[in-house]
């Protein structure tokens, strides 16, 4: 158990739709990080929040939007779903979020959209 | 444009014997670089990480050796157990660029055979 939370494990929405991830880091880490892995990809970093503020912003839709709140719980919202945004959705936490060695990761959201 | 590549996708090895995994990678700015390992419906898990500066990082059973001139690196395993059978991922980060994404390969699959 890495001691990170992703609700739920498993999402099943249609097109179109609209769907809220959730993460709760390890107690005590700061930063936040969400990734998506499609199909035979590797990760693909979204968005990094350190302690509520935007961090680093990678290839993510702006159909996606992310927030970090006051409680340091990550909320990952994905919007106008295509089929195209099915995949797992990871999210992982770290202390400070400029050592990677720290950075553990949740066990994911699989989302399926149909 | 991937890059960081892990062209194996899948590797058996026999228990007992090294496993050796190999990425490359294609951007110079990259300046640190790590492995991660994940089982089936869980996170990844990290394992070993190397800076620019070494050419060589080892922990236990893991060694990671990292030659800049060609943008390789590769993981070892020794002796392999066949509890080392999972998706390995490569990743990088450039540290210079202000935060510290990872982007990753799309994984090779180890299976140690008993």
């Known amino acids: 158990d890495s001691g990170v939370t992703q609700t739920p494990k498993h999402l099943i929405t249609a097109t179109g739709q609209r769907v809220t991830l959730r993460c709760s880091p390890r107690?005590?880490?700061?930063?936040v990080y969400w990734y998506q892995q499609s199909l035979d990809q590797g990760l693909q970093f979204l968005i990094q929040?350190?302690?509520?503020?935007?961090?680093a912003k990678g290839n993510i839709l702006e159909r996606f939007s992310a927030q970090q709140f006051p409680d340091l719980h990550s909320e990952l919202n994905l919007s106008s779903l295509e089929l195209g945004d099915s995949a797992l959705y990871f999210c992982?936490?770290?202390?400070?979020?400029?050592?990677?060695?720290?950075?553990?990761f949740g066990q994911g959201t699989r989302l399926t959209v149909v | 444009d991937q890059q960081v590549k892990q062209n194996s996708p899948s590797l058996s090895v026999q228990e007992g014997r090294i496993s050796i995994l190999n990425c490359d990678y294609t951007?110079?700015?990259?300046?640190?670089f790590l492995w991660y390992k994940k089982y089936p419906a869980e996170g990844p898990t990290f394992l070993i990480s190397?800076?620019?500066?070494?050419d060589k990082n080892e922990d236990g059973r893991f060694t990671v050796f990292l030659n800049k001139s060609a943008k390789h690196l590769s993981l070892h395993i020794v002796p392999s157990q066949p509890g080392d059978s999972a998706v390995y991922f490569c990743?990088?980060?450039?540290?210079?660029?202000?935060?510290?994404?990872?982007?990753f390969g799309k994984g090779t699959k180890l299976s140690v055979i008993p």
């Open positions: 992982a936490s770290s202390i400070s979020g400029a050592d990677y060695t720290e950075a553990f």
């Open positions: 929040y350190y302690n509520g503020e935007e961090r």
């Open positions: 107690s005590g880490d700061l930063s």
């Open positions: 190397i800076s620019s500066i070494k």
């Open positions: 990743a990088a980060s450039a540290s210079g660029a202000g935060s510290y994404q990872l982007t």
């Open positions: 951007n110079s700015m990259f300046d640190y």
